[in-house]
């Protein structure tokens, strides 16, 4: 989908403005599902989904107006009008895919509590979702227990899934009385014997789920969540064996839900369809098994399309929320009908499609290390001949020698550095060197830019990309970058009327070395590296992390004590303004000492008597007591980033 832009009447030219080759560059042409936008100062634009001609609002607006709150980067942004937007897409996805297919039952939405378990997201889920009957799937007791701390409409389900105790079972079935809808969805054999206990307990009757584990595997990442190895739901003689006993225990009329999960972003709808008809088959024989099934649940994995390419590969999915509800609903209804079975309800369990797109993460760019020199040193009497050879090659470079200037500049480098090692070069005849080399990389690097084919030269051109630390922890904030190479999208929020001068990859603020971004979408394709602005003397540059609102939250880690970061949840206005609905103050250093068992107040302590003992040795001063304990306590108090 093209990005929002202004008709202004003018004929097309065949030169894109600035902005338009910055849309493209980035490939938020792509990604950007017409959500964002350039505007004429070149700040990338936020536009409100629910709203068709709504204004662009700036996000360095946004960031700025936050900034003047003392909200500060990094920070997470949760744009709540994107959620909205979501959660319709899929509930009226399916409405108007069963309208379209007669279909008979209706579609509940269960929201996995797992892929966003913030307060803040789960409440406006249900705000959202309410008109919907839009209901929430538990994965653990912790889930469950924030499930029944909400007031849900009388429709709506409450999926209980996952390895479940007796405690588990006890609390969701005594919800009953409470009219809430707990399904347990049994994961095993040896679930069944509890239910049966605790039915007996309370005498009340559960709402009873199966899983079943389905032999059609998906592609992508979650690949192993699917087919004969997955670790969950019963295979077809466990079914077999369940059926029989809730059978003899009277209790086969409780048996109303079938479940099965694929794993998350399946990258090819057409899996979704095979898997889909193989869940009906199991609804059809456990139907005719006796089991009065009423819904079909087929759990997550609607994808993001992350990089925009809408193909069946990582990162990307070859189809729309509308097309994954159409082929569900179409497959379900042939199904059911072939087998003379009355249309469930339909039920799945998007996290992912709801979520991940209503959250960004952005932070600033601390400095950069540059792999670049502006000039070269000119020669001097007595250089070493290596020396002479490498300045020479500056003379040289030309579009059609980028290989071997490249070639040449290396060798002769890397002979200058074994002559530093073995003392023959002094460190200043060792830094002219580098110098040079960096100044001759500069000069193929810009001319490598004006050629459209460079993929000889790539991957030596990606190693000399520049690096930019910035103010955020992938660990925490982007934690699927690091453990199973997730690509979100990645762009500069200012300057996008200018054409970034630099490559750079993103390194983070903590001291690990795979605290780094190296891969970047792009309009045409994945790159080792991003196109990025010249940092300037002045202005805070900003980068955006999009999609980031599903998973990420909770799977994020302290490492390095880096703790969460700033939270803010906006509303768009209309009149290109936002409401701040909510903020959530990033952790102190003294919240994350507590959770790595320090008490903030022992710290202190400490520190004051370490200060007391420097004192009475006569090692500092006395005034320096009061300055040393303020640094400290100030600290503990503190923000855990880059201030
Ligand atoms: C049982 C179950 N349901 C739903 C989901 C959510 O999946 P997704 O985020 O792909 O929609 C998951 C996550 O993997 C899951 O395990």
Known sequence: MAHHQKDTGAIPSEVPSPAEASATLYGLDRWGQGHFSINEAGDLCLHNPLREDGPAISLPQITKDLLEQGIHAPLLLRVTDFLEYEIARVNEGFAEAM??????????????????QQAQVVDRILECGRKYNYGLEAGSKPELVIALAHSLPKEALIVCNGVKDYEFIRLAT????????????????????????VARELDVEPMLGVRVKLTQKIG???SESSGDRSTFGMNTDQLVA??????????????????????SQVPDVNDVRRAVTEACRYFVELTREGAPLTHLDLGGGLGVDYTGERKAVENSINY???????????????????????????????GRAVVATSSLLIFNVLEATLYDAPSAPPAEEGDHHLMSDLLAVGSYVTAARLQECWNDASYYRNELRALFRRGTIDLRQMARAERVYLHVMAKIRALAARQEDTSDIDEELAKMADIYHCNFSLFQSLPDVWAIDQIHPIMPLQRLGEPPSRRAILADITCDSDGKIDRFILGDGVSPSLPVHALGEV???????????????????????????????????????FDLLHEQEGDTISEVLDYVEYDPEACIKAFRSLVDGAISAGQIKRTDRQ????????????????E
């Open 242 to 263: 369940v059926i029989d006993k809730l059978r003899d225990h009277g209790l086969l009329h409780c048996l109303r839900l079938q479940h099965s999960h694929l794993g």
């Open 539 to 577: 202005d805070p540059y900003y980068l955006g992390v999009f999609f980031v609102g599903a998973y990420q939250e909770t799977l994020g880690d302290l490492h390095n004590l880096f703790g969460d970061t700033n939270v803010a949840t906006i509303q768009l206005r209309g009149d290109g303004g």
């Open 320 to 350: 729309t929320v509308e097309e994954y509800a159409s082929n569900v609903v179409e497959t379900v209804t042939y199904a059911m009908d072939e087998a003379d079975i009355d249309h469930p309800v339909l039920v799945t369990e998007s």
């Open 174 to 197: 005594l919800a009953r009385k409470l009219d809430f809808n707990t399904i347990i969805v049994l994961e095993s054999p040896r679930e069944v014997d509890t239910v049966i206990e």
């Open 627 to 642: 300055l040393l304990m303020r640094a400290y306590r100030d600290s503990i108090s503190g923000y855990t980033y880059y």
């Open 220 to 222: 992508g990442n979650w």
């Open 99 to 116: 309208a379209r297919n007669d279909y008979r039952g209706s579609y509940r939405g269960a929201f996995p509590i797992k892929v966003n």
